[in-house]
Structure formats: structure tokens, C-alpha cells
T-cell receptor, first 111, second 117 residues
Framework: KQEVTQIPAALSVPEGENLVLNCSFTDSAIYNLQWFRQDPGKGLTSLLL?????REQTSGRLNASLDKSSGRSTLYIAASQPGDSATYLC??????????FGKGTRLSVIA | DAGVIQSPRHEVTEMGQEVTLRCKPI?????LFWYRQTMMRGLELLIYFNNNVPIDDSGMPEDRFSAKMPNASFSTLKIQPSEPRDSAVYFC???????????????FGQGTRLTVV
């Protein structure tokens, strides 16, 4: 059974810092890995999707990497801003099982 | 496209009442998912459909929960009778899948916040 872990559970950084969020998964037989953002009281917004054949994917200040064999992904946020404050979730599908989510990392960027 | 549309956004009901949550997936998507989010357990898959057919409902907590997808543009999640422990945020999501292989991006609705008193 796939299990997804995200570390740290919460992170507080000053504005302008570069930061890394971590995601690990137990079953490496995945098709892709997806990073989401969730603002308080809101739905999930898809940030990046990395296919299993890719090593990384970039969107603006966000860069996600995938090391499938070791069961790890990182989300790198460059030059963080207060507007980046949210919970970040990673999720993987494997086999016939749709997205299995981690518990998320709650990020606070302090102005 | 308007994205995945869920209704209602908020629902407050009394214990024992029937609750129906609604979802309209993104046009052209052939897979639909219902998730539940709580502080304690995070996001849990309840059920998912592929081409309107339920594929896996092992996440449905009890027989009080049921879901239908009568056509490609509409799905419901029903709880009857509702209990206070059902209080949570319920999300619907959709994606394009190749058969049953979940190899494409999933998009989520804004969720329905259910409170059972």
C-alpha cells in the first residue's frame, strides 16, 4: 500500500529565502507525482506534475524534482513571498490507485 | 473551462438527515474522484469512477455513504443518515485517464464543507 510522507509538517521562513519541501513515497512504481497548493478554506490547486520518466519540472519560481528509485521528490521555491504562504501537498498514483496524498507542509512566509 | 464545480459550498445539517453533495467534472475528463479531508486523517479517497463506472469504493467508510455518476457530467455523494463524525470537507476531482491508469493531472473543486450537528 502506497504511503506518502511530507517533511517538515510546518515551516516558517522570512521573505526572500529559498526553500525546499520534501516528499517521500514507499512504492516507486508510480506514473507521476503531483504537487498541489491549498490555501485555508479553499480547494487544491495543481502546481506541477512530473511524469515518472522526468527528473524535474519547472514553473516560474517553482522547481520540482523526482528521484523515483529512491522514492523522493522535492519542491524548491525560489525567493519566497508572503503570497506563497499555504499548505503544499504531494500526491502519487500507482497501479489502479488514484492519488495518495501526504499530510502536507504548512508554509508561512513572513514579510 | 470553469473547472470542477461542487455544490453546495457549505452544508450544515442535523444528525440523521440525508445529505447530498454534487459535482460537475471538467468536460472531457473520464475519471472522477471523491475525497474527504479532515485534520486528523488528511485527504482520503472515498471512491472513484472511470467512464461513469465505479472502480474502487473501498474508501467509502460505511453503507451510509453512496455515490453515483449517472452521466459524464454529474456525480453525487450521498450520506444517509448523517452523523457528527461525517463532518469534514468533501472534495471532488477529475482527470483524463488512459483506461484505468492515472497518468494525467488531476483537478480539484473548491470542496463542500459539511457540518453535522
Amino acid at each position: 500500500k502506497q504511503e506518502v510522507t511530507q517533511i517538515p509538517a510546518a515551516l516558517s521562513v522570512p521573505e526572500g529565502e529559498n526553500l525546499v519541501l520534501n516528499c517521500s513515497f514507499t512504492d516507486s512504481a508510480i506514473y507521476n507525482l503531483q504537487w498541489f497548493r491549498q490555501d485555508p478554506g479553499k480547494g487544491l490547486t495543481s502546481l506541477l506534475l512530473i511524469q515518472s520518466s522526468q527528473r524535474e519540472q519547472t514553473s516560474g519560481r517553482l522547481n520540482a524534482s523526482l528521484d523515483k528509485s529512491s522514492g523522493r521528490s522535492t519542491l524548491y521555491i525560489a525567493a519566497s513571498q508572503p503570497g506563497d504562504s499555504a499548505t503544499y501537498l504531494c500526491a502519487v498514483p500507482s497501479g489502479n490507485t488514484p492519488l495518495v496524498f501526504g499530510k502536507g507542509t504548512r508554509l508561512s512566509v513572513i514579510a | 473551462d470553469a473547472g470542477v464545480i461542487q455544490s453546495p459550498r457549505h452544508e450544515v445539517t442535523e444528525m440523521g438527515q440525508e445529505v447530498t453533495l454534487r459535482c460537475k467534472p471538467i468536460s472531457g475528463h473520464n475519471s472522477l474522484f471523491w475525497y474527504r479531508q479532515t485534520m486528523m486523517r488528511g485527504l482520503e479517497l472515498l471512491i472513484y469512477f472511470n467512464n461513469n463506472v465505479p472502480i474502487d469504493d473501498s474508501g467509502m467508510p460505511e453503507d451510509r455513504f453512496s455515490a453515483k455518476m449517472p452521466n459524464a457530467s454529474f456525480s453525487t455523494l450521498k450520506i444517509q443518515p448523517s452523523e457528527p463524525r461525517d463532518s469534514a470537507v468533501y472534495f471532488c476531482a477529475s482527470s483524463r485517464a488512459t483506461g484505468r491508469v492515472m497518468n494525467t493531472e488531476a483537478f480539484f473543486g473548491q470542496g463542500t464543507r459539511l457540518t453535522v450537528v
